[in-house]
């Protein structure tokens, strides 16, 4: 059973940084394609970033492209998203997720990815 536990939200300050962590469980990753969602009150969830976990490629949204960074960490089954320069548009509960299809894609709607996490709540003041 994939499990997917994201940590790291919380409250700060816009200009501010947060890096949020999904630890992944249950399987070997190395096929799969990990993204970053978020949610918005009253809004879509939308996607972030995306990481290929073979090769380590990466996409992101126009709107966090020179502010996000996704990473992996292979050894713990883990991965990250750095955020800086935090803007109040930012705020939005954050999800993992991951697409176990090995299609060597990035996909950015939410109905490509088989597996979420919780969210974890990330909120940026003005």
């Known amino acids: 059973q994939v499990q997917l536990v994201e940590s790291g939200g919380g409250l700060v300050q816009a200009g501010g940084s947060l890096r949020l962590s999904c630890a992944a469980s249950g399987r070997t990753f190395s096929s799969y394609i990990m993204g970053w969602f978020r949610q918005a009150p009253g809004k879509e969830r939308e996607f972030v970033a995306g990481?290929?976990?073979?090769?380590?490629?990466?996409r992101y949204v126009d709107s966090v492209k020179g502010r996000f960074t996704i990473s992996r960490d292979n050894a713990k089954n883990t991965m990250y998203l750095q955020m800086n320069s935090l803007k109040p548009d930012d705020t939005a509960v954050y999800y993992c997720?991951?697409?176990?299809?090995?299609?060597?894609?990035?996909?950015?709607?939410?109905?490509?990815?088989?597996?979420w996490g919780q969210g974890t709540q990330v909120t940026v003041s003005s």
């Open positions: 997720a991951a697409d176990r299809r090995n299609s060597g894609i990035i996909a950015t709607m939410r109905f490509s990815y088989d597996y």
């Open positions: 990481i290929r976990w073979s090769v380590g490629s990466t």
